[in-house]
């Protein structure tokens, strides 16, 4: 059972790492031109985000069994603790960015285009992190 939770964990870290450099990419290129973007890069962006969102909820439902199963809550230490604390930031900023790019897609707010620049900036150094701080505790 851990075997296969490891593998779908692993999974979601390649589908969230890719999404988030995905968008990366395109939000420079997009920043750049000083346009808004044509509608299938926007839908690429749409279905990027929400692929990440996807990927760091499935992190979470496979990391707590896991972390139930091998003893990582008692025995995991700080290490381990921040990488709870680095995967709970990304439980919040992902989301949020999700909702943002909602709100300004049904016309209600404006996006926020600097600020989603600096969250996208925050959640890939978040990612490396919990990624260092996993192999730490668990190598
Ligand atoms: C949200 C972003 C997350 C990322 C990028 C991530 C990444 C990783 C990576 C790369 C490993 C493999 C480490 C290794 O074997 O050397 C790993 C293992 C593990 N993760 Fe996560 N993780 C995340 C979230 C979580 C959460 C929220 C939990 C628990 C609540 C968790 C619990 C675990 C456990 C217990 C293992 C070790 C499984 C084993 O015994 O081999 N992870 N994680």
């Not at 709870?84 to 285009?113: C, E, F, K």
Request: charged share 10%; proline share 5%.
């Amino acid at each position: 059972m851990l075997e296969i939770l490891k593998s779908i964990h692993l999974i979601c870290l390649l589908l969230g790492g890719a999404a988030s450099l995905g968008n990366a990419v395109l939000m420079k290129r997009v920043m750049a031109s000083g346009a808004p973007p044509p509608a299938l890069v926007a839908d690429a962006m749409k279905v990027q985000a929400n692929m990440g969102l996807g990927a760091v909820i499935v992190l979470w439902l496979t990391g707590l069994p896991m972390a139930a199963m091998t003893g990582a809550f008692a025995n995991g230490g700080p290490l381990f603790s921040l990488k709870l604390l680095a995967a709970t930031a990304l439980l919040v900023i992902v989301p949020y960015m999700v909702w943002m790019r909602s709100q300004a897609a049904s016309g209600r707010r404006p996006l926020d285009v600097a600020l989603l620049a600096r969250l996208s900036l925050a959640v890939r150094v978040l990612v490396v992190l919990v990624i260092v701080l996993a192999v730490l505790v668990f190598h």
